[in-house]
């Protein structure tokens, strides 16, 4: 079954144009890698998935219904969750409670979600995924006292706690070193053979080749290349577009 379908995507900024006509699929329990040079599109064409941004053509459909242009809370509470390069954390908040609060926007209204902040289904699995983590035992730490790698992880946390049907991973091992990045990319193949649908874009190349099993390249906010690791890795297209020549 696939999940996401995007259909001739096009964004223009000022006459620019950001994406070009881009086409591909996410299936079902698939892994699948974005990747392309600076500025080629990638992170545009996440914010034109979730709603942040308005498309200037195209469409976007997920599990067969046309999302094109809906806003950010619809497609969020719909199943599609993201992470930013910028992490995004309530800081003055311990690590529990921000994972509590990041299921609350799609728990009903708000005068509701405040009720349910203590819900003890919710806290339960706070705690569980905390766990899955390894960074359980931060749990009434707050967030702004955690390491960088920690915050990728509780970052990913607080994504998993809608149980979000497709997950986009903006470069989730920048900044982060080699120990964590590793234990991150341990938990997102776990994930990944649970069930759980990602589209991720990073710049470390050998971890794409290893961790995903297909891939789509974007250059100029064109798809130049899509197909398994050694084929991308003996792409004319993309090695010009990431070496020159």
């Not at 982060?176 to 990045?181: E, F, G, P, Q």
């Not at 589209?199 to 789509?216: A, F, G, K, S, Y």
């Amino acid at each position: 079954m696939r999940v996401l379908e995007i259909k001739g995507l096009t964004k223009y900024f000022y006459g620019l144009a950001a994406l070009k006509g881009v086409d591909f699929h996410v299936d079902d329990g698939e892994l699948l890698g974005l990747i392309g040079p600076n500025g080629s599109g990638k992170t545009t064409l996440f914010n034109c998935v979730t709603g942040i941004l308005k498309t200037s053509g195209g469409k976007v459909f997920f599990k067969g219904k046309d999302i094109t242009n809906w806003s950010p809370d619809i497609i969020y509470k719909m199943g599609i969750g993201r992470t930013f390069q910028l992490i995004e954390l309530f800081p003055e908040m311990t690590v529990r409670d921000n994972m509590l609060l990041a299921i609350q926007e799609s728990q009903g209204s708000m005068l509701g979600r405040l009720f349910k902040i203590m819900e003890d289904g919710n806290e339960k699995k706070a705690l569980a995924l905390l766990d899955f983590l390894k960074i359980s035992h931060l749990k009434d730490e707050y967030a702004k006292n955690l390491s960088y790698g920690q915050r990728k992880l509780l970052d990913l946390g607080m994504v998993l706690m809608p149980d979000p049907k497709l997950i986009l991973l903006d470069e989730p091992l920048a900044g982060v070193n080699r120990s964590l990045a590793r234990e991150i990319v341990d938990r997102l193949l776990e994930l990944n053979k649970g069930g759980c649908t990602f589209i991720i874009i990073e710049h470390d190349m050998p971890v794409v080749m290893n961790l995903c099993r297909r891939i789509v390249v974007l250059d100029y906010g064109e798809k130049i290349a899509e197909g398994e690791p050694k084929e991308i890795q003996n792409n004319d297209r993309v090695l010009k577009a990431y070496f020159g020549g």
